[in-house]
C-alpha cells in the first residue's frame, strides 16, 4: 500500500487537489474576468496554464506509466524532506543577514555551518575554507566591478 | 569594397592594444559565463565604463570578446557541474553532465569549445557576406510569422519532454503559467500577480535558471553528501579525470562526426539572432530540440557529444547575427547589442544604415575583431576550460556551500532585486520536487521563454488584424510556409515520439527493459 | 567612482573642453556627506548609464561624491519604496522615468501614490515621435484624414505610445495601439511593413529618418534639442502647435516628501549644478539624449499636470 502513495498516480492525485485549489482561488478573483481592449479576458493565458498543468495531472493518474514509481523517489523520506526546506531557509537567512551586516561578514558564517553540517573535518580546516573562500569570491568580484554588500564594514575597494 | 579604409582598419585592429583588449575580453568572458548568473549582457555592463577609456577598436574588441567568450563560458559549468553559467547553455547540461559522470567530462568539453568556435566563425562569415540580405529577411518576419517561429519552437517540446510525455507537458504547463506572471503585455495592467506589487515585473530569466538547475542541484547532491552517498563521490572522482593524461579526449573523427549538429546549430543561431528578441537560449534549445529530432539514434539527451555539438553551435552561431539589425538599421536586437550600440555611440560612431558610409573602417575593423574573436576564444577556452573544471576535484562538503554562495550572489547581482534571491531559492525547491518525481526542466524553461512571446505576437497580430483571425495567422506566404512547417513538425514529433513511447511503454510493462533514466 | 571621473574628463578632453569645477559654495554646508542616488532599475539600462555619467565627477562639482544605487524591481516601485524608507533628509535622491508612475497608477492597491514625492527637478526628457512613412502620410491631415477612414494601425514601447495616445486621443483620432517590449521590435515591424506607424523617442527616430520615414509630431510637452529637431528634418510640429497638450516622459529627480523647504531647494540646487557641468553635458549628449534640465517649480508645474494626462493615457490603453 505504501508504494502507492509514491506512484504517478498519486502524484497525479496530488497535482490535481492542488491545481484546483489554485484554479478556485483564481477564479475568485476579479482580475480573471476583466476584459483588455483587445477583447482577451486577463485570466486567460493563466488559466490555460492552469489548464494544461490539471489535464497533464489528470494524464498521470491514467495513462499507462500510471503504476510507476519514480526513479528518485523510491528512496527519499520526509526527513530528506526537511533537510532540503531547512538548507533552503538557512540560505534564506543567510543572504538577508549578508544585505545587512555585509557579505564578508556572514559568508564564512554561513560556509562554516554548511561545510560543518555536511562533515568538512578537522574543525580547523572548516575554519581555514570558511575563510579563504569568501575572501577570494571578495576579491574576484571586485576586480569585475561588481559591488557586494559590504553592510558594516567599511568599502575596501 | 573600399580599400582605403580596408587598410585603415587593418592599422587599427593589427595593433598590440587591440589584440591585448581582445585577449583580456574573451579571457574576461569566459570567467564570466561560467560564473552562474553573470550573463553576457551583465559582462558587457561591466565593463562598459572602462570600454570609454579605450579607442573604438580597443572597446570592440573589449566587448566583443568578452560577448564570444562569455556564451561558451557558460557551457564549463553546465558540463562540469550540472549547473548553467548562464541561460544559454542550459540545453547542454542534459549531455554534458552525464558525459562528465561518466568520466568524459574532457571530451565534453571540447566538442562544446570546438562546436561554439566553428559555428561562430561560420556565423561571423555569413554575417559579413550577407549582412544587408540577412537583415532585409529578417524584416519580412512580421508579428504573424514570428508567431509560427514560435509555434515551432513549441512543437519541438516533445522531443525534449522525455520517456513521460504528460509529466513533459506538466512541465511546459508550469512554464506557461510562470510566464503569465508580471504585466499583460497589451492592456499594461498587472496579471497573475496575487496582489503582489513585487511580482509586477515578472519572474526573471536568470534566478529562475539558477533556482530550476544550480539550487536544485545543489540540494540533491547537498542530501547526498550527508547521507554519503556513492553517486555524488563518484561523479566528483569522474571530474578529477579530466586531468589526468588517460582521460578520454576527442579525436578529430568524433568532431567531423558532429557536422551535421553544427550545421543545424549554425543554421538556426543565424536565423535567431538576427531577428531582434530571440537571443541565444532560444537558439540552443531549438537547435538541440531539432537535432534530438531529427537523429533519435545518436541517443542525444543521453550523454552524447553530438547534443552538445548541437546547443553549443547554436548558442554560439547567434553572437555575430545579432549585430545584424543593430549595423544595418541602427536597431539592437538583443541586450547585449544594444550595450555595443551604446558604446559606439559613445565613441562618437552611431550605429545606423549611413555608418556603411560614414565609417567604414569602423565596420571593417569590427568584421575582423569578430573573426579573430574566434581564434582567441579557442586558445583560452580551452585553458580556462580545463582550469576552472579542477574546481570540480575539490570534495563536494566544501564545493555545494561554495556554489550555493556562488547562486545567491548570481542571483542577485543580475538585477539587484531582493525579491530574486527569495524567487530562486523558491524555484530551486519547485526543481527539486520536479526531480523527485521525474518531471524535465526543459519544457519548463521553454515555454517560460516561448509563450510569453507567442501570446505578445498573437495578440499583436490580432490587434493589426482588426481581431480577424485568418489574416492573423495566415497574412502572407512566409507565414502560410511557416504554418506548414509547424503543422510538419508536429506531426513528425507526434508520429516519432507516439510510436517510440508507446513501443516502450509495452516493453516497460512487459517487464523487459531496464528503466532508463 | 574614480574610474568614472576618468571617463568624464576623458570626455571632456576629446572634445575639447575642460572640466570646470563649480563653485562649492552654499549658504548651508548641504552637501556636507555623501548622497545616494537612487534608480528604480538595474545596472546597465539606460537610465543607470545616464545616472552614472551625472554623478561620476560629483565630488569636484559639489564637493561631495554622490553615488548611484540601483534598486529594481516591481516596476520601479521597489526603489521609490526604498527612498521613502530613507530619512526626509535630502541625502537620499530618486530619479526615474514614467515606468514606476506606470506601475502605480495601473496598480490597484498600490503601496506609493503620485504624490510621494517631492519634484526637485527634471534632468531630461524623451519625447514620443510619430514616425510614418512619407508617401503615406505627408503630414497631420492627411493621416487624421487616414485614420478616419481605416484605423490606422500605430506600434511602439508603452512609454512611447502613452505620449501618442494623449495627443491622438484629444484630437479624436482612433487607431489601434501595438504594444511592443522593445524599441527594436517596433521598429523592425515599422521597417518590414507589419505596422503603418511607430512611435520613438527622438534618438531612435532620427536612426529611422529621413531613409525610412519622417517625423510627423512631436507628441512631448517639450520642445526638442535644436541638433536632434534639425537631424530629423527640422521644425517638427509639436501637440501645442495643433492645440493639444503634450506629454513628455521625464527623467525626474525628486526627494522624499517630508524633506523640509530649505533642504529640498539645496537638493534642486545640487542637480542643478551637476545638470549643468559642461562635461556631463558632453557625457549626456555623445550617449545620445542631451540634458534638458527643468529647475523645480517648472518642473514641478509640469509633473502635476502630468499625471492626469498619465492616468488618462494608461486608460485607453487598458
Known amino acids: ?148 554588500p559590504n553592510g558594516i564594514l567599511p568599502a575596501f575597494f | 569594397m573600399n580599400v582605403e579604409a580596408l587598410n585603415e582598419a587593418l592599422a587599427l585592429v593589427f595593433t598590440l592594444e587591440t589584440m591585448f583588449w581582445l585577449v583580456a575580453g574573451v579571457f574576461l568572458g569566459v570567467g564570466l559565463g561560467a560564473i552562474p548568473g553573470l550573463t553576457a549582457s551583465t559582462g558587457i555592463a561591466l565593463v562598459l565604463p572602462l570600454s570609454f577609456l579605450l579607442d573604438i577598436t580597443g572597446m570592440l574588441g573589449l566587448l566583443i570578446g ?200 549554425l543554421g538556426v543561431g543565424t536565423f535567431v539572432g538576427t531577428l531582434p528578441g530571440l537571443g541565444a537560449t532560444v537558439a540552443a534549445f531549438l537547435s538541440y530540440g531539432i537535432a534530438k529530432q531529427s537523429f533519435p539514434e545518436k541517443r542525444i539527451g543521453e550523454g552524447s557529444i553530438h547534443g552538445i555539438a548541437a546547443a553549443e553551435a547554436g548558442n554560439n552561431a547567434t553572437v555575430g547575427p545579432t549585430l545584424v539589425p543593430l549595423l544595418a538599421f541602427g536597431i539592437p536586437g538583443s541586450a547585449t547589442a544594444a550595450l555595443i550600440g551604446a558604446a559606439l555611440m559613445l565613441q562618437g560612431v552611431t550605429p545606423s544604415p549611413r555608418m556603411f558610409t560614414l565609417h567604414p573602417e569602423v565596420i571593417y575593423a569590427l568584421f575582423m575583431i569578430l573573426f579573430i574573436g574566434n581564434f582567441v576564444n579557442l586558445g583560452i577556452g580551452r585553458a580556462f576550460g580545463f582550469l576552472y573544471a579542477r574546481l570540480g576535484q575539490v570534495s563536494p562538503r566544501v564545493l555545494v556551500p561554495t556554489i550555493m554562495v556562488m547562486a545567491v550572489i548570481g542571483a542577485y547581482s543580475a538585477r539587484g532585486d531582493v525579491y530574486d534571491i527569495y524567487m530562486m531559492l523558491g524555484l530551486g525547491f519547485l526543481g527539486f520536487m520536479m526531480r523527485k518525481i521525474g518531471v524535465p526542466e526543459a519544457p519548463l524553461i521553454i515555454t517560460f521563454l516561448i509563450a510569453p512571446m507567442l501570446e505578445e505576437n498573437l495578440r499583436r497580430a490580432l490587434l493589426i488584424n482588426r481581431g480577424e483571425w485568418t489574416p492573423a495567422l495566415f497574412n502572407s506566404p512566409l507565414a502560410i510556409t511557416m504554418a506548414a512547417f509547424a503543422a510538419l513538425v508536429i506531426v513528425i514529433t507526434f508520429r516519432m515520439n507516439i510510436g517510440a513511447k508507446l513501443a516502450k511503454v509495452g516493453r516497460a510493462d512487459a517487464g523487459s527493459e531496464p528503466r532508463v533514466k | 567612482m574614480e574610474l568614472g571621473s576618468k571617463i568624464l574628463k576623458a570626455t571632456a578632453v576629446a572634445a575639447g573642453l575642460s572640466t570646470l569645477a563649480g563653485p562649492v559654495l552654499s549658504q548651508d554646508d548641504y552637501p556636507a556627506r555623501q548622497v545616494s542616488w537612487v534608480i528604480p532599475f538595474g545596472a546597465g539600462g539606460g537610465t543607470d548609464r545616464l545616472s552614472r555619467l551625472l554623478t561620476a565627477d560629483a565630488e569636484s562639482i559639489v564637493g561631495q561624491p554622490v553615488m548611484v544605487e540601483n534598486h529594481s524591481g516591481a516596476g520601479g516601485t521597489t526603489g521609490w519604496l526604498h527612498v521613502l524608507d530613507q530619512p526626509a533628509d535630502g541625502y537620499t535622491i530618486f530619479n526615474a522615468s514614467p515606468t514606476p508612475l506606470v506601475t502605480i497608477l495601473t496598480e490597484e492597491n498600490s503601496p506609493v501614490q503620485p504624490e510621494d514625492i517631492a519634484i526637485v527637478g527634471y534632468i531630461g526628457a524623451f519625447a514620443s515621435i510619430i514616425v510614418v512613412r512619407g508617401d ?30 494623449n495627443t491622438l486621443s484629444q484630437a479624436g483620432v482612433e487607431v489601434i495601439y501595438v504594444s511592443y517590449p522593445s524599441t527594436g521590435e517596433a521598429v523592425t515591424d515599422f521597417l518590414g511593413g507589419h505596422i503603418d506607424v511607430v512611435t520613438t523617442t527622438e534618438s531612435t527616430a532620427a536612426t529611422i529618418v529621413p531613409e525610412n520615414g519622417i517625423a510627423l509630431l512631436n507628441t512631448s510637452s517639450l520642445p526638442l534639442a535644436p541638433e536632434i529637431d534639425e537631424a530629423l528634418g527640422g521644425n517638427i510640429p509639436m501637440s501645442r502647435d495643433l492645440g493639444y497638450t503634450g506629454m513628455a516622459s521625464p527623467r525626474w529627480v525628486g526627494v522624499h516628501p517630508d524633506t523640509p523647504e530649505d533642504i529640498q531647494a539645496d537638493v534642486a540646487e545640487l542637480v542643478r549644478k551637476l545638470a549643468m557641468d559642461p562635461a556631463v553635458r558632453e557625457a549626456w549628449a555623445a550617449a545620445g539624449e542631451p540634458i534638458q534640465y527643468m529647475a523645480m517649480e517648472e518642473a514641478r508645474a509640469d509633473y502635476k499636470a502630468l499625471i492626469p494626462a498619465l492616468r488618462s493615457a494608461v486608460k485607453i490603453l487598458e
Not at chain 1, 19 to 30: E, I, P, R
Not at chain 1, 115 to 124: A, E, H, S, Y
Not at chain 2, 68 to 90: C, L, N, T
Not at chain 2, 229 to 235: I, K, L
Open chain 3, 136 to 165: 503615406e502620410f505627408p503630414d497631420w491631415d492627411s493621416f487624421v484624414a487616414a485614420a478616419a477612414e481605416d484605423p490606422i494601425t500605430v506600434g511602439g514601447t508603452n512609454s512611447t505610445l502613452l505620449g501618442a495616445a
Open chain 2, 66 to 265: 568578452l560577448y564570444k567568450g562569455a556564451v561558451f563560458g557558460g557551457s564549463i559549468s553546465a558540463i562540469s557541474f550540472a549547473i548553467p553559467g548562464s541561460p544559454d547553455s542550459a540545453a547542454t547540461v542534459y549531455d554534458g553532465y552525464k558525459l562528465t559522470k561518466q568520466g568524459k567530462g574532457r571530451k565534453a568539453i571540447l566538442i562544446a569549445l570546438y562546436s561554439s568556435v566553428t559555428a561562430d566563425t561560420l556565423s561571423d562569415i555569413i554575417v559579413i557576406l550577407i549582412a544587408p540580405t540577412i537583415a532585409l529577411m529578417a524584416l519580412q518576419f512580421g508579428p504573424s510569422e514570428r508567431l509560427w517561429l514560435m509555434v515551432v519552437a513549441i512543437a519541438l517540446l516533445g522531443a525534449l519532454s522525455g520517456r513521460h510525455l504528460a509529466k513533459g507537458m506538466l512541465s511546459a504547463g508550469i512554464g506557461l503559467f510562470l510566464g503569465t506572471i508580471g504585466t499583460d503585455p497589451v492592456s499594461n495592467v498587472p496579471r497573475n500577480t496575487f496582489d503582489q506589487v513585487w511580482l509586477r515585473d515578472g519572474l526573471h530569466l536568470v534566478p529562475l535558471v539558477i533556482g530550476i538547475f544550480a539550487m536544485s542541484q545543489m540540494l540533491e547532491q547537498g542530501l547526498g553528501v550527508l547521507r554519503s552517498s556513492r553517486r555524488v563521490q563518484e561523479a566528483s572522482g569522474k571530474l578529477a579525470d579530466l586531468f589526468s593524461k588517460t582521460s578520454e579526449g576527442l579525436t578529430f573523427r568524433e568532431y567531423l562526426s558532429c557536422w551535421r549538429e553544427m550545421g543545424i546549430g
Open chain 1, 1 to 148: 500500500m505504501s508504494k502507492f502513495y509514491r506512484s504517478n498516480q498519486a502524484i497525479g492525485v496530488y497535482l490535481c487537489i492542488g491545481l484546483g485549489l489554485l484554479l478556485a482561488y483564481m477564479l475568485s478573483t476579479s482580475w480573471v474576468f476583466r476584459e483588455t481592449r483587445d477583447g482577451f479576458l486577463l485570466g486567460f493565458f493563466p488559466l490555460l496554464g492552469v489548464a494544461g498543468m490539471l489535464l497533464c495531472s489528470f494524464a498521470l493518474i491514467v495513462d499507462p506509466l500510471r503504476r510507476e514509481i519514480p526513479e528518485d523517489l523510491g528512496d527519499i523520506s520526509w526527513t530528506e524532506t526537511g533537510q532540503a526546506i531547512a538548507m533552503l531557509i538557512g540560505i534564506g537567512v543567510y543572504f538577508a543577514a549578508m544585505r545587512e551586516i555585509g557579505f564578508l561578514l556572514t559568508t564564512p558564517v554561513f560556509l562554516f555551518v554548511y561545510m560543518f553540517w555536511f562533515g568538512l573535518r578537522p574543525l580547523k580546516r572548516t575554519a581555514l575554507l570558511a575563510l579563504a573562500i569568501p575572501v577570494g569570491i571578495y576579491v574576484l568580484f571586485s576586480v569585475i566591478g561588481v559591488r557586494l
